[in-house]
């Protein structure tokens, strides 16, 4: 647990010396380079924090070793405290470093000490000792005189404003990619323009970087820089500039929702979930009434395939019911761009103003977004951007989701094939030697996680000869039932051979497919086998793999038949490996 009351040492040489404002997410951080006579206080800070600054830096050196003020733009929170400073500290050697630009502004506080701009002098600052520091233009972040400070023996970007936030815990460092949250309203609204934060970005970019140190929020720490820095560079930002950009609070909560939208698509999440999860939060942010994503189904346009804020899917056939769906899919692949339809289908209870997104991928087109707002809500260029963004995510979700779908229905329609086990119920070696290497295929295009089950009855060959084949087939009927229960919809359950089983699951890490072998495990051994008013106790073991895309089927069937053995090794009736 870090000491705030202390100093900080965050690199050889680099002390942060704030104050943490109990209660206040705005905090603004101070820090100090170590160098002798020719030490650096990089933006001084505020009258509410000098004082503990200045007690801080005595712990480190003596005051008069400060020569040199960095001053990354003129606020008060980095200004207003350092007559104070100036005060205690003395003016002899002072020098205030900053652009010409903050220098007008500065000059009226009249601090008697000589001001070195950095646009000036080749944007270096040389100390004794043959240190430097660099300074990086980064114009209106926030302000037109913006920079920020890089000293490159430790490779530490001090960052003025740019990566700042809004404190939600009490720490200095960010310690995982949900901690770029914390930096999202703060540069939303207070970076001009997506274009001066690019500019930024890219200007910081060209530096190798081991420690981002803003002056507000977390600091970023090597393992997260490229990370916040790729996050940076594709946020959106200027919203008070925008139409309507007053009501901030409502665009804020409308990005925050977006962005949760299509972080939940393109990790993988099926579309009639992420319809459903995030209807009632667009609905209270945005008065959104209705919300439909439609694909094209069949080649010949006839079919299409529905997703709705319900988290239904379904099939509609052309000239079956509504025609509504297949009129505006005319128009959006005619149009090929985001347009306002009126809607009202009474039989469907549709009514208001509708948003229609066409949704492209590879210029091949897919089907199309339907937002449904009250006739009464204005739709401004900015909110419907917000719509249009979500076409690409929902590309690569369509492409899946049809998959999906196509395979559940080849699924049915293949059994009248002799693709199914007679006596389970569950799909055959057949099916597994045409179906899997396409499921494998597409996990390696879309680059989703797959992992596989295989396990048998424990003890079977006793139970037979117990029991009688007759039995035997009772056990194995019944668990193709329970497997069936254990498991999902777009899971693909085989009866590999005799009593052994194999269950592949897309979508599914290793630790998902391990809550599904517990289920599963739990099941059988409370169920009750009754045959002939005898209750035949019966278990299961269970092994376990997420398919590592370098091996081949075959390859991974015999490792996670090995994991089978295993577990029946360990004392049957388990799993392995066993997943924390």
Not at 401 to 428: H, M
Request: net charge positive; hydrophobic share 40%.
């Amino acid at each position: 647990m870090l000491d705030f009351t202390q100093p900080i040492q965050i690199a050889p040489n680099i002390y942060w010396v704030g104050k943490h404002l109990e209660g206040d997410p705005f905090q603004c951080h101070v820090y100090l380079l170590l160098n002798g006579t020719e030490s650096v206080l990089i933006d001084p800070g505020s009258e509410l924090t000098i004082h503990a600054t200045i007690n801080k830096i005595k712990q480190i050196c003596p005051l008069e070793h400060v020569k040199y003020l960095v001053c990354s733009h003129q606020d008060p929170d980095i200004t207003a405290g350092i007559s104070t400073f100036l005060e205690i500290a003395g003016r002899k050697n002072k020098v205030i470093v900053t652009h010409w630009c903050t220098k007008t502004l500065l000059k009226h506080y009249n601090w008697g000490i000589p001001f070195w701009l950095i646009d000036e002098h080749d944007w270096k600052l040389e100390l004794e000792g043959g240190l430097q520091l660099k300074f990086i233009f980064t114009p209106y972040a926030h302000f037109a005189g913006a920079f920020c400070t890089y000293k490159p023996k430790e490779q530490v970007l001090f960052s003025s404003d740019i990566f700042g936030g809004f404190w939600e815990k009490k720490q200095l460092w960010a310690k995982d990619n949900g901690d770029f949250r914390a930096l999202l309203s703060f540069h939303e609204h207070y970076m001009a323009s997506n274009q001066v934060l690019t500019h930024a970005v890219q200007a910081i970019s060209k530096y190798p970087i081991r420690i981002i140190a803003p002056q507000h929020g977390y600091l970023i720490p090597q393992n997260l820089v490229q990370t916040f820095l790729k996050k940076l560079a594709r946020l959106k930002c200027g919203l008070f500039f925008i139409e309507g950009g007053s009501n901030i609070k409502e665009l804020l909560l409308l990005n925050k929702i977006f962005n949760r939208i299509n972080t939940e698509l393109l990790q993988g999440h099926s579309i009639k979930t992420v319809l459903k999860k995030n209807y009632k939060l667009l609905r209270s942010a945005y008065n959104v009434q209705n919300l439909i994503v439609t694909s094209i189904f069949s080649e010949q346009g006839d079919s299409l395939l529905l997703f709705n804020q319900e988290g239904k899917q379904q099939l509609v056939e052309k000239g079956k019911g509504t025609s509504l769906f297949h009129q505006l899919n005319i128009k959006a692949l005619s149009k090929k761009t985001s347009f306002f339809e009126e809607i009202n289908e009474p039989a469907l209870n549709l009514k208001g103003k509708g948003i229609i997104v066409p949704i492209f991928t590879q210029q091949k087109y897919l089907g199309f977004l339907l937002f449904i707002v009250a006739n009464e809500t204005s739709v401004s260029s900015h909110i419907l951007e917000y719509f249009k963004n979500l076409a690409v995510p929902l590309s690569l979700a369509l492409e899946r989701e049809i998959s999906l779908f196509r395979l559940e229905r080849e699924k049915k329609e293949l059994y009248a094939q002799v693709i199914c086990d007679p006596l389970t119920g569950l799909f055959n070696r057949f099916y597994l030697q045409k179906e899997l290497p396409k499921e494998f295929k597409r996990a390696k295009r879309y680059n989703y996680p797959i992992s596989m089950l295989f396990f048998d009855i424990d003890h079977f060959k006793k139970i037979n000869d117990t029991y009688g084949h007759v039995v035997g087939d009772f056990i194995l009927s019944e668990l193709g039932s329970l497997i069936k229960q254990a498991t999902r919809e777009e899971d693909i359950p085989i009866r590999y051979g005799g009593e052994e089983f194999l269950l592949i699951l897309p979508f599914a890490s290793e630790k998902n497919a391990y809550v599904i072998a517990q289920r599963l495990l739990r099941q059988v051994e409370r169920h009750k086998f009754r045959v002939n008013n005898m209750n035949i106790k019966v278990s299961i073991s269970i092994g376990l793999l997420e398919w590592d895309k370098k091996m081949s089927i075959d390859q991974a069937i015999q490792e996670v038949d090995k994991r089978m053995y295993q577990a029946k090794q360990n004392g049957r009736n388990q799993i392995f490996p066993q997943i924390e």
